[in-house]
């Protein structure tokens, strides 16, 4: 991995359907669902596509929990945030808790929506699920990966991914859910960072797992003495710059500053803000 490049990543709203203890944003159902604009989106990706500085190819869609416009009927927001990405030549990749897994009308929308998106630019669109010890999420994502598995429209089109296994513990229930999907007759392989879920005769999909994923110590998590890493330090397995935008148009870089930005020219913030951190 460089770890001169900057990665970039949407805080779309701070509202999230759960209230995890671990949470480092201090995300929950009681936030105001303010959601960022779709205006705004479109100008920060195209803002941070004409930085100078080596950059990712990916945009990430995060939160709270980023398909929160779907809890609050705005059922088109995340679809059009793939769009916008993937027009401005850039990799949507959208993180969730996957609690909408256990609800069947939202999965089969949700997981629609992203093989539409994909078939229509011809090119994967990403869900990354967390998978950790505080997330009561399992079933949900056990019901994603086995409809993306055993649809031949899907599997084409949707790449799934398990992140924030942070644990001996989130370890555990990871293995749990190998179990899980191998009692559902997706037979489950775990190989090397990745999962091959083959169903006989029908196909096979890989799902991507990171290990020791770490949790930022602030929110949440510091208050609850959770936190692994403190951001204001130099963590040793830290590598690479990420800037987030969140919904309010604070950028943060690392999780290290948390400020209002003055103007919208993302170039001057990564400049300011990578300065503040040698
Ligand atoms: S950790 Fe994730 S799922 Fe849990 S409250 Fe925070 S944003 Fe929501």
Same mark, same amino acid.
């Given at each position: ?10 805080k779309n709203t701070n509202w999230c359907n759960l209230n ?5 944003e201090?995300s929950g159902p009681n936030v105001v669902p303010n959601i960022m604009p ?25 939160g709270g929990e980023a398909m929160a416009p779907y809890f609050h009927n705005q059922?088109?927001y995340i ?123 029908? *196909? ?8 020791? &994923?770490?949790?930022? +110590? =602030?929110? $949440?998590? #510091?208050?609850? @003495? ?14 690479? *710059?990420?800037?987030?935008?969140d919904n309010h148009?604070? &950028?943060?870089?690392? +999780? =290290?500053? $948390?400020? #209002?930005?003055? @103007? ?15």
């Amino acid at each position: 991995m460089n770890s001169d490049k900057i990665g970039f990543a949407i805080k779309n709203t701070n509202w999230c359907n759960l209230n995890c203890v671990h949470c480092c944003e201090c995300s929950g159902p009681n936030v105001v669902p303010n959601i960022m604009p779709l205006n705004k989106v479109e100008k920060y990706i195209t803002d941070f596509n004409a930085v100078k500085y080596p950059k990712w190819e990916y945009v990430v869609f995060t939160g709270g929990e980023a398909m929160a416009p779907y809890f609050h009927n705005q059922n088109t927001y995340i679809p059009s945030c793939l769009d916008i990405a993937t027009s401005c030549n850039m990799v949507p990749v959208v993180k969730t808790n996957a609690t909408w897994g256990t609800d069947d009308r939202m999965r089969k929308r949700i997981l629609n929506d992203f093989a539409g998106m994909a078939y229509k630019h011809q090119k994967l669109m990403s869900l990354e699920m967390s998978i950790d010890e505080f997330h009561d999420n399992m079933n949900g994502i056990v019901n994603i990966i086995s409809d993306v598995v055993r649809s031949t429209y899907l599997a084409p089109a949707v790449r799934l991914a398990l992140v924030g296994l942070n644990t001996v513990e989130s370890y555990i229930r990871f293995l749990q859910l190998v179990d899980k999907m191998n009692g559902q007759g997706l037979f489950t392989v775990i190989n090397n960072g990745e999962l091959d879920i083959t169903i006989p005769n029908l *196909h096979q999909v890989k799902v991507f797992f990171d290990l020791w &994923a770490m949790i930022a +110590n =602030v929110g $949440r998590a #510091k208050k609850n @003495n959770l936190g692994v890493y403190k951001p204001t330090g130099k963590p040793e397995m830290f590598t690479g *710059h990420c800037l987030q935008i969140d919904n309010h148009d604070v &950028a943060i870089l690392n +999780n =290290v500053h $948390r400020e #209002k930005i003055q @103007n919208e020219n993302l170039s001057q913030i990564i400049e300011k803000l990578i300065a503040r951190t040698k």
